[in-house]
């Protein structure tokens, strides 16, 4: 099933293009928007089975005024609520496409997208993560194929950036640090960026987080057969590991 996505600077934009989508035929179940939550909100535990690791969707609050008011403007006829998220603190999710996206960030990753709706957009996950970072809100849409390319279109209408436009700005923000990183070892990296980067966001890959490369190097094999053996690539890998690990400390801390 194709997923549509927006990234916007500002909720209400978000809100307005999670409207535009059911005006054009998108069934609201299968909408979600997440948007940085305040952080004072009130959030109690809940708890687990001993099955599931500690982490997103462990930590629920009721449903705040801030949520409360985000699903009051909108009929996106599901959960409303606000997640505490490893790495990013709370988000307000409405809809339960959302909240499964966020619970594999924070916990049982094969587990939460095994149990979700077919085409979940689970490796693009990072660059909705940076853009609650940053303040922003993301819409996530499931739609058929016939209301692809309408869905699109009312999200850029709405104001939303998309997500090829956000992976570059992404990359932008971290290249010239990769490049003084890489070179320090005496390589250049022009030559190298490509296989490096490629590295790098394998390594975002909600199923290969906290996971070293020769634990994993089999199924890079598979994924990146002409690459995966580089110098580039494999420090690329690293470095990813290193980036998502430290994001999630800096909020922990």
């Known amino acids: 099933m194709p997923t549509v996505v927006g990234i916007f600077a500002r909720r209400e934009d978000a809100e307005r293009g999670a409207a535009a989508l059911e005006t054009v035929g998108v069934d609201r179940t299968r909408i979600s928007v997440l948007m940085p939550g305040a952080r004072d909100e009130q959030l109690t535990s809940v708890p687990t089975r001993e099955t599931e690791a500690p982490g997103v969707g462990k930590t629920l609050g009721a449903v705040t005024g801030a949520a409360a008011g985000a699903a009051g403007g909108l009929q996106i006829g599901a959960v409303a609520s606000t997640l505490l998220v490893p790495g990013l603190g709370p988000v307000i999710v409405l809809g339960a496409i959302g909240t499964v996206l966020l619970g594999a960030a924070g916990a049982a990753v094969g587990d939460a997208f095994d149990k979700g709706p077919e085409g979940l957009p689970k490796d693009d996950l990072y660059l909705y993560e940076d853009a609650l970072r940053h ?119």
């Open 135 to 253: 303040g922003r809100s993301v819409v996530v849409a499931l739609v058929d194929d016939a209301t692809a390319e309408t869905a699109g279109a009312a999200l850029a209408a709405a104001g939303a950036e998309s997500l090829d436009a956000a992976r570059e700005r992404w990359w932008i923000g971290l290249r010239d640090a990769e490049a003084a990183h890489y070179e320090s070892t005496g390589r250049p990296f022009p030559g190298a960026e490509t296989e490096y980067r490629q590295g790098f966001e394998a390594a975002l890959d909600v199923s290969r987080r906290g996971r070293a490369y020769p634990d994993v190097i089999e199924e890079l094999q598979q994924r990146y057969p002409d690459v995966y053996n580089t110098d580039a690539f494999h420090r690329g890998y690293e470095r990813g590991q290193a980036w998502a690990g430290g994001r999630r400390s800096d909020r922990a801390a």
